[in-house]
Nanobody, 125 residues
């Protein structure tokens, strides 16, 4: 599976962005998918995840209520809708996928087999 992330950019605090992650080589339909982010000098941080079985979603407390992860199986794409962006949301955002992730490890980067190349999100104050 190859993942291609896009949609990042420079926005002001309070603005919205929608990130996209298009999969090729295999359908996203049976994959658990997630978004992580990483700022300079920091470890990669969990943002959101969605399980293919049942569609349950999970969020970091820092983005709960502002970000939404979703998938479009017809387009083989996972999205991250980001609203009310804050300067602390500034990071490179990565999409990730795996055939099945144990629930207790859904927030751990090493649980995912496939990664996109990252897209930069910069939020100015």
């Amino acid at each position: 599976v190859q993942l291609q992330a896009s949609g990042g950019g420079l926005v002001q605090a309070g603005d919205s962005l929608r990130l996209s992650c298009a999969a090729s080589g295999r359908t996203f339909r049976n994959f658990d998918s997630a978004w992580f982010r990483q700022s300079p000098g920091k470890e990669r941080e969990f943002v959101a995840a969605r399980r293919w079985s049942g569609g349950s979603t999970y969020y970091a407390s820092s983005v709960e209520g502002r970000f939404t992860i979703s998938t479009d199986n017809a387009k083989n794409t996972v999205y991250l809708q980001m609203n009310s962006l804050k300067p602390e949301d500034t990071a490179v955002y990565y999409c990730a996928a795996a055939p099945r992730v144990i629930l207790s490890q859904i927030r751990i980067p090493s649980s995912y087999h496939y990664w996109g190349q990252g897209t930069q999100v910069t939020v100015s104050s």
